[in-house]
């Protein structure tokens, strides 16, 4: 037999905020929770048989009438909000209110799903450099590109720089059809995609018109000094370790580092060891460092990619 737990919002627009269009919002809570979740005039209810999940539902709905004073509510805020609500998370309500990323000119505000999503935050707000390592679908790359935006856009930083090593998997880039861009794209493309998934499109071209942000491969970052600049080394599992010497030592003053990579995806040639293993292996006793590790219980992607992952490593072992 349910139970059932109701909420009253005497305010109509926070109510319809809450809702969402079409109920959307509640439907994002009712699929948390596992429960339905229905309105009736300015009353929200929650049916479960589970009187355990009510204090949740009630904070949950709480939180989002006082966010909806403030912004807009989208899914992304109500599951970020979920786990830093959830018991079993160990993210708590200050850690989460305080660990977000809002990118100026967008309305996209980025809150940790978990706590290691919060511990990177933290570490890239306090920190000049940070190793962010851990499988694909953790959101390592995806949460240091904004931290860059916000950085550049906030002018806490001149310039963003991305940089990838570039891996030939079977042909030379100089066999490849195309220009230099054209050679290097299928290798950058991630990068961009996510600066176009965070910016509108038309600041993102008034950034790529001031020169705000670089998007190169690795070995095109030999020899130069980068001062006050935002720079991100993404899929740095592929480095060798004198790759990765040379880029920790491109860091000029003023300037951050955020170092992304899975350890379990190196595609160097066997012979060549991974510079970011011996990187984490040799500077963990620095604590101007940061090192953030993800596993397979952070991936936010999609659940089928943690399942995939978990079959992968079952295979390996």
Do not use: W
């Amino acid at each position: 037999m349910n139970n059932r737990l109701m909420l009253v919002i005497e305010d109509p627009q926070v109510l319809g905020r809450v809702c969402g269009p079409n109920d959307s919002n509640l439907r994002e809570v009712s699929g948390l929770l596992n429960s339905r979740v229905y309105t009736r005039g300015n009353e929200i209810f929650l049916e479960s048989p589970d009187k355990n999940i009510f204090p949740l539902f009630k904070d949950l709905i709480e939180q989002m009438a006082d966010r909806s004073l403030k912004g807009n509510l989208d899914p992304g805020y109500i599951r970020s909000l979920y786990k830093s609500l959830h018991p079993d998370d160990g993210l708590d309500r200050g850690d989460f209110s305080s660990c977000r990323i809002k990118i100026p000119g967008s309305d996209n505000e980025l809150y940790p799903f978990n706590d290691k999503q919060a511990s990177l935050i933290r570490m890239m707000e306090e920190r000049d450099m940070v190793f962010a390592v851990g499988p694909a679908g953790t959101g390592k790359t995806y949460l240091a590109i904004a931290q860059a935006l916000k950085e550049v856009l906030t002018k806490k930083k001149r310039k963003i720089i991305l940089t990838r090593p570039v891996v030939e998997a079977g042909e030379s880039l100089g066999f490849l059809p195309g220009d230099l861009e054209q050679k290097l794209n299928p290798y950058l493309r991630p990068l961009y995609d996510a600066m176009e998934d965070l910016l509108p499109n038309d600041l993102l071209v008034r950034m790529n018109e001031n020169n705000l942000f670089e998007v190169s491969p690795l070995a095109y970052m030999r020899g130069r000094s980068l001062k006050n600049c935002f720079i991100v080394l993404d899929e740095a599992q592929n480095t060798t370790q004198s790759q990765m010497k040379m880029f920790l030592t491109r860091m000029g003053e003023g300037s951050k580092a955020i170092i992304t990579g899975d350890v379990t995806q190196i595609d160097l040639p066997s012979r060549k060891k991974s510079g970011l293993i011996h990187a984490c292996r040799i500077l963990k006793d620095i604590d101007d460092i940061g090192f953030c590790y993800f596993d397979k219980t952070h991936v936010i992607r999609s659940p089928l990619v943690k399942k995939i992952i978990v079959a992968y490593e079952s295979e390996e072992n």
